[in-house]
Nanobody, 124 residues
Framework: QVQLVESGGGLVQAGGSLRLSCAASGRTFSTYSMGWFRRAPGKERESVARITSAYSTYYEDSVKGRFTISRDNTKNTVYLQMNSLKPEDTAVYYC??????????????????WGQGTQVTVSS
């Protein structure tokens, strides 16, 4: 069983920055594939970014160049640095882990553990 706990959400003005953290339990965190997803009001959940066990990173076009995903295996933590935030980034952000392998997966269905979510609100 893996537990994921997100933190770092909040209210920020457009153009501002936030850093989300996701702390994971489990002794083999370094082998997990990790992802960040978000769900905006009235919209479907969507992928934001993902990082493999080999530290390869992938981003959706809507956040490319503004968001950075990273991981610290010594702390069992994955981060999402969000810069130049826009009102359309407002959403609940979720951390997800895939423990079967460390590859890159776009689909939410590929991940078998999820955090509870953290709210990010960007005001204009």
């Amino acid at each position: 069983q893996v537990q994921l706990v997100e933190s770092g959400g909040g209210l920020v003005q457009a153009g501002g920055s936030l850093r989300l953290s996701c702390a994971a339990s489990g002794r083999t965190f370094s082998t997990y594939s990790m992802g960040w997803f978000r769900r905006a009001p009235g919209k479907e959940r969507e992928s934001v970014a993902r990082i493999t066990s080999a530290y390869s990173t992938y981003y959706e076009d809507s956040v490319k160049g503004r968001f950075t995903i990273s991981r610290d295996n010594t702390k069992n933590t994955v981060y999402l640095q969000m810069n130049s935030l826009k009102p359309e980034d407002t959403a609940v952000y979720y951390c997800a882990a895939r423990t079967y392998d460390g590859g890159a997966y776009y689909s939410a269905a590929a991940y078998n553990y999820w955090g509870q979510g953290t709210q990010v609100t960007v005001s204009s």
